[in-house]
């Protein structure tokens, strides 16, 4: 069975502290993403990463950024978490061949 | 360029009627379309998914959805609704070609399924 797993479901933080999402995936896909999800928003791109050390910005990506030293990993950092970071934290894995994205269950994090 | 449109935030119906979830996309490209669940504390899970073959796509628990290039569309319908489909429902749009961008989703459309 095809597996996107991230570290943590939930996470408290407080403001200022630098924040570490991890998300590993055993499908040797090229492609991994970091999506935000809030309500009445859908989820919305933070960063994505299609190879190791390789990385684009998505359509928020301020106040992150993101970590691919290996094909199965891939880290979303906070450096100074604020409270309107708060919010549920979703990554997707993705082969080349442009077919589904795999979702792991997310991390909800407060940051207080 | 990509968007997507979920016409509906909520949608209510009745155990036994028929379910229909409306989206629009826009894309420069040669879309890829996806429907995605899910369900109170859990990840997304697909429904189904149109990559160019057949218009009309068939998914898990009785959900199909049609691509209507014409019309910009991908409605997901269901013929009789459970209870169990009370869930959140996403509308995707991606580009066909490569798997290299990311996938844009809609806003969301939440099912409720009355008794």
């Known amino acids: 069975d095809v597996k996107v797993t991230q570290s943590s479901r939930y996470l408290v933080k407080r403001t200022g502290e630098k924040v570490f999402l991890e998300c590993v995936q055993d499908m040797d896909h090229e492609n991994m993403f970091w999506y935000r999800q809030d309500p009445g928003l859908g989820l919305r791109l933070i960063y994505f990463s299609y190879d190791v050390k390789m990385k684009e910005k998505g359509d928020i990506p301020e106040g992150y950024s993101v970590s691919r030293e290996k094909k199965e990993r891939f880290s979303l950092i906070l450096e100074s978490a604020s409270t309107n970071q708060t919010s549920m934290y979703l990554c997707a894995s993705r082969g080349i061949d442009g077919t589904e994205a795999f979702f792991g269950q997310g991390t909800r994090l407060t940051v207080v | 360029a990509q968007s997507v449109t979920q016409l509906d935030s909520h949608v209510s119906v009745s155990e036994g009627t028929p379910v229909l979830l409306r989206c629009n996309y826009s894309?420069?490209?040669?879309?890829?379309l996806f429907w995605y669940v899910q369900h109170p504390n859990k990840g997304l899970q697909l429904l189904l998914k149109?990559?160019?073959?057949?218009?009309l796509v068939k998914g898990i628990n009785g959900f199909e959805a049609e691509f209507k290039k014409s019309e910009t569309s991908f409605h997901l319908t269901k013929p009789s609704a459970h209870m169990s489909d009370a869930a959140e429902y996403f509308c995707?749009?991606?580009?066909?070609?490569?798997?290299?961008?990311?996938?844009?989703f809609g806003s969301g459309t939440r099912l409720q399924v009355q008794p």
């Open positions: 149109y990559t160019s073959a057949a218009t």
């Open positions: 995707v749009v991606s580009r066909r070609d490569t798997g290299r961008r990311a996938l844009t």
């Open positions: 894309s420069s490209y040669s879309p890829s």
